[in-house]
């Protein structure tokens, strides 16, 4: 994959924290899969979506994705908002379950999948953040990113299979 010049810039290179987090993340196979599906029919605009699970003391344990509408019709192909609607109708089938959303997925078509300033901008504390690399049209690589202590930078997550 050609790296777009603007994830060389000082300004994309400022929002990585280059220590892994020390916590990681344990992501169910079925959860992965509907990133990648999500990423791969979403190209080549970016892809979107919620991750449930719980957080403790050992990291993140993503039991599901859910798939939500990228509702950014002006910038869709390097930009996502999370439609509303679907964001409220994974919180209400989640207060079923005894678990909680505890991240943000989405996709970089045809870009690294590493964070940008903008998704610092949107980031939450405490939130699991997997960017999913999708180029021309097939996945790439999928990487997992939270917010260092500061709240300041991304930094790696580390990742197992469930």
């Known amino acids: 994959m050609i790296e777009p010049e603007r994830f060389k810039s000082s300004a994309y290179v400022r929002v ?11 992501v169910s196979k079925g959860a992965e899969q509907v990133m990648r599906e999500a990423a791969e029919r979403g190209y080549p605009n970016e892809a979107c979506g919620l991750l449930v699970g719980r957080l403790d003391d050992q990291g993140w344990h993503v039991d599901a994705a859910y798939e939500v509408r990228n509702i950014n019709e002006a910038r869709a192909a390097d930009r996502f908002v999370l439609d509303p609607e679907g964001y409220q109708r994974v919180d209400r089938m989640v207060r079923r379950t005894g678990q909680e959303i505890i991240g943000v997925f989405h ?13 610092l901008d949107n980031a939450w504390e405490s939130f699991l953040y997997p960017i999913v690399s999708v180029d021309r049209g097939c996945v790439h690589e999928i990487r997992y990113w939270s917010l260092n202590a500061t709240g300041k930078r991304f930094q790696p997550v580390p990742v197992r299979a469930s």
């Open 16 to 26: 990585l924290d280059e220590q892994a987090s020390a916590l990681q993340a344990l």
């Open 107 to 119: 996709s970089h078509p045809d870009c690294p999948a590493r964070p940008s300033p903008t998704d």
